[in-house]
C-alpha cells in the first residue's frame, strides 16, 4: 500500500499526459485517478470494472461479437499498486461465449467477472422492437459530491472523479430516482482509446449511488457486486444514469438503473449495496 497517501486526496489540474492507468500487458498501473471513494489507498469500483471489460473485449472469437452481460464480483479491496489483469473464453460457441476475467493484487485474485457474448447478427429490420424511454437531461444541478469531498476530513477521497466531466441534474431523493452524466476526460490506458463498452464499463459503478439518498455523513454504502446488461453500446462520449435505490434495517440493498446515451437507453444495472456507520 502506499504510505501517505491520505493526504494527496485533493488532486490538482489534469495534463493531457495523464491517464487513469498505464499498463504493460497484463500489469496495470493506478494513477491517482483510479483512487476511490472510501479509502485513498483502494481503486474505485467504475476503475475495476472498467479494467476487467477491457480484458474481456480483448479476447478472440469465433465470429464478431459484442458483450450483453458483464457481472462483476468486487469481493475484496482492490489496492492500489500495480495489478494483473487476466481474461479467457471458458465457453467458446459459434453465436454464445462465455468470458471470465480477473484482477489480480500481489499474486491474489481481489475481484473477478463473468461475461457473457452473442454473435453480431445481419440486420433483421422486421424482429426489431423499438423500447421507447425518455433521456433524462443532461442540465446540471448545484453537485454537493465536491463539497462532500473537503468536508469533515473527506468524505469522499475524489481521485477518480476528477478523472471525469460528471454533472448530477438530479440528486437523489428517499424513494424517488437521481438523474447524473459522466464522460472521461483523460485516458482510461494511456495512449489507447477507450472502446465504447469500456467508457460504459467504466461509468456502470455510479448506479450505486446516483439513486442512493443515504446520508454519508453518517453511514458508507459499498457495493460488493455490479451486473450490467448491455442492450445495445452507446454512441457518444456522454453516459447518463437514472438509478433508483432501496435500502432495507439490516444494512443490506439494492441500486437498479438504466444507462443511457443522447439517443436513448443502452443497458440496465442492477447492483448490491452494503451500509455499515462511518467508523465501524
Known amino acids: 500500500m502506499r504510505s501517505g497517501s491520505r493526504l494527496r486526496y485533493a488532486l490538482g489540474s489534469v495534463s493531457e499526459s495523464e491517464a487513469i492507468f498505464q499498463r504493460d500487458g497484463e500489469?496495470?498501473?493506478?494513477?491517482?485517478?483510479?483512487?476511490?471513494?472510501?479509502?485513498?489507498?483502494?481503486?474505485?469500483?467504475?476503475?475495476?470494472?472498467?479494467?476487467?471489460?477491457?480484458?474481456?473485449?480483448?479476447?478472440?472469437?469465433?465470429?464478431?461479437?459484442?458483450v450483453v452481460r458483464l457481472t462483476v464480483e468486487m469481493t475484496r479491496a482492490v489496492p492500489r499498486i500495480p495489478l494483473r489483469v487476466r481474461a479467457e473464453v471458458t465457453r467458446s460457441g459459434r453465436r454464445i461465449q462465455q468470458v471470465d476475467a480477473r484482477i489480480e493484487a500481489e499474486g491474489v485474485v481481489v475481484s473477478r467477472a463473468t461475461a457473457l457474448r452473442m454473435r453480431i447478427g445481419e440486420a433483421y429490420p422486421d424482429a426489431a422492437i423499438a423500447l421507447c424511454e425518455p433521456v433524462p437531461p443532461r442540465t446540471p444541478a448545484p453537485d454537493d459530491y465536491e463539497r462532500l469531498s473537503d468536508e469533515g476530513g473527506a468524505?469522499?477521497?475524489?481521485?477518480?472523479?476528477?478523472?471525469?466531466?460528471?454533472?448530477?441534474?438530479?440528486?437523489?431523493?428517499?424513494?424517488?430516482?437521481?438523474v447524473s452524466w459522466a464522460r472521461l476526460k483523460l485516458p482510461f490506458v494511456a495512449g489507447e482509446q477507450p472502446s465504447p463498452f469500456?467508457?460504459?464499463?467504466?461509468?456502470?459503478?455510479?448506479?450505486?449511488?446516483?439513486?442512493?439518498?443515504?446520508?454519508?455523513?453518517?453511514?458508507?454504502?459499498?457495493?460488493?457486486?455490479l451486473s450490467l446488461h448491455v442492450r445495445r453500446l452507446p454512441r457518444g462520449e456522454w453516459i447518463g444514469i437514472r438509478a433508483k435505490s432501496h435500502l432495507e434495517p439490516d444494512g443490506i440493498g439494492q441500486s437498479h438503473a438504466t444507462l443511457f446515451d443522447d439517443e436513448g437507453a443502452v443497458a440496465r444495472a442492477l447492483v448490491s449495496l452494503l451500509v455499515e456507520p462511518r467508523g465501524l
Open 155 to 178: 468524505l469522499f477521497f475524489p481521485g477518480f472523479i476528477k478523472a471525469l466531466d460528471f454533472m448530477r441534474s438530479a440528486p437523489p431523493q428517499p424513494g424517488q430516482a437521481g
Open 27 to 66: 500489469i496495470w498501473t493506478p494513477s491517482d485517478y483510479a483512487q476511490g471513494p472510501w479509502n485513498p489507498d483502494h481503486v474505485h469500483g467504475g476503475p475495476v470494472c472498467g479494467m476487467l471489460g477491457h480484458a474481456v473485449e480483448a479476447c478472440e472469437s469465433p465470429a464478431p461479437m459484442r
Open 198 to 225: 469500456v467508457r460504459l464499463a467504466v461509468l456502470c459503478d455510479f448506479a450505486s449511488g446516483t439513486g442512493n439518498a443515504l446520508d454519508f455523513r453518517r453511514f458508507t454504502s459499498i457495493n460488493p457486486d
